[in-house]
């Protein structure tokens, strides 16, 4: 299945230029890389990343990742998966600007994200 993690432009940019990253900096504190489901994805959005329209949404296919990836209980004790390694480019998908609407962040259309709001 497709899981997904929200970038800052700045944070896309060096992952590309390093080829691999630790994370943002929530994910530095915590030890992991953050992600979220294609059904969690517009929340996580909204509840981190309200003001900023500079963003890059990332899909990785979460079977790739192997035992480095653990669904454990966050938000209201839903479970949302956690890398503990680093996001690597070779993880990713495809990326996709995730500009910032009237009405909050604009997903992707279509086959690819079937989760957020259009």
Known sequence: M????ILRRAEWNALQAAGETAGAPIDLIDGYVHFSTAAQAAETAAKHFADQSDLVLLAIESD???DDLKWEPARAGALFPHLYR?????DVLWDKALPLGASGHIFPE????????S
């Open 2 to 5: 497709l899981i997904f993690k």
């Open 64 to 66: 790739s990742l192997g």
């Open 86 to 90: 680093n996001l690597r480019m070779t």
């Open 110 to 117: 279509g086959h690819m994200f079937a989760g957020g709001k």
